[in-house]
């Protein structure tokens, strides 16, 4: 241990702190860093003047980048073993600063990459006086989140405000028209906008431009007004928007949605704290109030083809109403009766569904199809028949899973 030279460890540690950083970055920025915080440990530790690194737009390699005068040899190793202690803790706080070296997790794996390139007799050494790595691993991640806390207070979330509203337009897409999928988020930011004032600085056009693109713009005052609970707003829209979805298109919505995003904007979420998991599991914990709404939906196009909408929904009214002393979940489906015209819009299907058990919901849905199938049954019109049709056989599985046999109903015209 005594033979090692002051040179030779801080070369040494020098050059692999190099090497862990080029690898996610590039060299050059990789030495840039190194040497910047190195100069500004120089008045702590004078025998850092010792130590030069060159930038390698004049030196090629990390060989030329770094020379040590041999003075270095006469300071006591301890105080270099200081020294290289406050370079992990300077260095922490310049990558968490910059925009370069953005990467998630890194900061995990920095002291890891570092102590495996030493080995084993260079960790002993910087252990034996009293720099232990495994412990510099706390310090090392809480200095890189302080610094990066500046950085992402900068963040230019306007950019990917856009970037998430293009893309929930994409993914809505799926399921209804264009023209549908403006007017569903628009209408989801203005339900917003309540609660979150900044939204009001998102603009969404109700036409497409000479491109055929309906223009999304997030002004600059979105950036300006950005308060500390970023998350909060941003998990909103997502989740608002996300409810919109039909069964199909909801299964994998969140997973779609990270691929479209790309890494880049999911690395900027994760800083700012949204969970998009927690809204995975909210939407998946709403199959009940999507097998309603459904449900109802095809109800009301069934009886409002014969009639019409406003009729069709003022008779489910009534025998949702006339079945809610035997099912008491039917008590959850509230309708609007100034918008009976709308259709299925009338219908205010509280959140408390999805908490109920699914036998109740079923025998419930199955009661309501029942006494639609009373009020339409004839000869020339098979009810349960167009039912299944008008659902879907993704749904018409969901909701005979719950105990709506449909089967069964489908044999009572035979009875």
Known sequence: ?????????????????????????????????????????????????????????????????????????????????????????????????????????????????????????????????????????????????????????????????????????????????????????????????????????????STKDRNGIYGVTVKPDFDAAWTTNKNTILEAFILAVGKCTDLKTRRSFIEDFRVSLGSKDLSKMKKISVNLEAIDITLQQQIHELLIRKTLEVLIAIIGEKTSISYAVVTLGKIITELQEKHDVLRLMIIDKTRFNEGIQA???????????????GKALKDVIKKTQDNLEDKTHPFVEDFKNRIGQEYLSEIEKIGVNLHLLELRKFV
């Not at 690194?53 to 105080?79: C, F, K, Q």
């Not at 339900?191 to 600085?201: A, H, M, R, S, T």
């Not at 205010?348 to 058990?357: A, H, K, L, Q």
């Open 347 to 361: 219908f205010d299907i509280r959140s408390e569904v999805n908490t109920v058990e699914s036998y109740r919901l």
């Open 1 to 205: 241990m005594t033979d090692i030279k002051n040179s030779e460890v801080l070369s040494y540690t020098l050059r692999i702190f190099i090497r862990v950083i080029g690898r996610r970055t590039a060299e050059n920025f990789a030495i840039d860093t190194i040497g910047a915080v190195t100069r500004q440990l120089t008045e702590k530790y004078p025998f850092l003047r010792y130590v030069e690194i060159r930038n390698m737009i004049v030196y090629s390699g990390e060989l030329d980048a770094i020379s040590i005068n041999p003075a270095l040899d006469a300071v006591d190793t301890g105080e270099i073993v200081k020294a290289v202690s406050d370079l992990f803790d300077g260095i922490a706080k310049s990558l968490g600063a910059s925009e370069v070296y953005d990467f998630d997790d890194a900061e995990f794996y920095f002291i890891n990459e570092i102590r495996d390139e030493l080995g084993e007799h260079y960790d002993s050494l910087f252990r034996k006086f009293g720099l232990a790595l495994d412990v510099k691993q706390s310090d090392f991640i809480i200095n890189m989140r302080e610094a990066s806390k500046v950085k992402i207070q900068k963040m230019k979330v306007s950019d990917l405000m856009e970037h998430i509203i293009r893309i929930l337009i994409s993914l809505l897409n799926r399921q209804m028209e264009e023209a549908e999928v403006i007017k569903t988020i628009t209408t989801v930011k203005k339900n917003l906008e309540g609660q979150y004032d900044i939204l009001k600085f998102i603009e969404i056009s």
